[in-house]
């Protein structure tokens, strides 16, 4: 039902496959293989076309809303979605969000990369696909499959050992109600811009997220729910940078050597 969907959406909505690619950030041309039937969306693709519709993953896939019974129930449904306030889900942090993102020509996610010098533009860009094409890409067969996937270059000491200058891979977090306290985030939002931090999750109590730094020169603070637009949970860091080894444990070790060594001395007279 995939093409047939696409299609009744995309007029119902009143978007010509150009807007429509540009929403879901993917080139125009796929629009018309997808609809065409030539080819197949990626599954990331599949929920950002769900998450535009206003529908369920499993209705965008097997129910056919090109019939008027099916259309009518659907319609009526998104109407009295709209009429809910948006704050309400905001702060419940259920909102529905699209993602951009790009592809290498096998259709594979990139990771786009964020470095600092580009973390400002990123919160006016961060949906607009020709922004994203403008970022450096690389990619880590590693991570595979089981997720988007962005990296930034983060700045400061807040989170030693890790870095200044350290890249942090992260994986988007769509819903941010499965946050456990205590995951390592990239944080971005509209008054703090991007940070690294430990996330506690306080939406359900008070709709924040309160933020923790490991170096414990910085204080803990929290974020209002509605200043936040995107989380991504951190997977992996890239740095040229090795971690400074711990001297006092180093200097116990030697102590514990040389007893043992005058034990051992000992039992020989």
């Not at 998450?51 to 896939?61: A, N, P, T």
């Not at 702060?91 to 592809?103: D, Y």
């Not at 939002?189 to 359900?204: A, H, M, Q, T």
Request: proline share 4%; charged share 25%; glycine share 6%.
């Amino acid at each position: 039902m995939i093409n047939t969907n696409l299609k009744f959406w995309r007029r119902e909505l009143s978007l010509t496959q150009a807007q429509m690619a540009e929403k879901l950030g993917i080139k125009r041309s796929l629009v018309g293989a997808y609809e065409e039937g030539r080819a197949e969306p990626k599954l990331a693709t599949l929920v950002n076309m769900a998450r535009l519709f206003g529908i369920s993953l499993d209705q965008l896939v097997t129910t056919d809303f090109s019939k008027k019974k099916n259309a009518k129930a659907a319609l009526q449904l998104q109407a009295q979605t709209a009429a809910t306030p948006e704050a309400n889900a905001t702060r419940s942090g259920n909102s529905l969000r699209i993602l951009a993102l790009t592809v290498d020509k096998e259709q594979n996610e990139n990771i786009e990369l964020v470095p600092q010098k580009a973390a400002a533009g990123y919160l006016n860009g961060y949906a607009d696909p020709e922004y994203l094409e403008e970022l450096p890409k690389f990619r880590l067969p590693m991570l595979g499959n089981t997720g988007t996937y962005r990296a930034f270059e983060i700045a400061g000491d807040s989170m030693l050992p890790i870095a200044s200058g350290t890249v942090i891979v992260g994986r988007y977090v769509d819903d941010w109600m499965s946050i456990k306290d205590g995951t390592p985030c990239i944080v971005v939002s509209s008054k703090e811009g991007i940070v690294f931090k430990r996330v506690f999750n306080r939406l359900k109590d008070a709709a924040m997220l309160a933020l923790h730094s490991d170096n414990p020169l910085y204080s803990p603070y929290q974020i209002d729910v509605e200043d936040v637009v995107e989380i991504w949970e951190a997977k992996a860091y890239i740095s040229s940078t090795f971690p400074i080894a711990d001297l006092s444990l180093n200097r116990l070790a030697s102590i514990v050597l040389d007893l043992q060594q005058q034990v051992s001395t000992m039992k020989k007279v």
